[in-house]
């Protein structure tokens, strides 16, 4: 059974950065589309990046241009750089490919 572990969430102030970790116990990476979603609070959970195996990337416009999704294949990890943090971007975070998600990681954005 692959199992997904996130790591590197935390608090941050508003304007600050975070970088979470994905690491898959299996080499599946390579193959398939990884993504990661985030579920604030009371609210559904929303896809917030995506990289193919081929390496291409797509984000909503709520993250584009603030966080960069990408892949080390050699560690079977995928990371999400996330910057220019803002107070709404406080959720759980979850890495999922297939079927198969993550327990999910907090980050907390607040002064």
């Known amino acids: 059974q692959v199992q997904l572990v996130e790591s590197g969430g935390g608090l941050v102030q508003p304007g600050g950065s975070l970088r979470l970790s994905c690491t898959a116990t299996?080499?599946?990476?390579?193959?398939?589309?990884v993504a990661w979603y985030r579920q604030a609070p009371g609210k559904q959970r929303e896809l917030v990046a995506t990289?193919?195996?081929?390496?291409?990337?797509n984000y909503p416009d709520s993250v584009a241009g603030r966080f960069t999704i990408s892949r080390d294949n050699a560690k079977n990890t995928v990371y999400l750089q996330m910057n220019s943090l803002k107070p709404e971007d406080t959720a759980v975070y979850y890495c999922?490919?297939?079927?198969?998600w993550g327990q999910g990681t907090l980050v907390t954005v607040s002064a």
């Open positions: 999922h490919v297939l079927t198969l």
């Open positions: 990289i193919t195996s081929g390496g291409s990337t």
């Open positions: 299996r080499r599946i990476f390579v193959i398939y589309e």
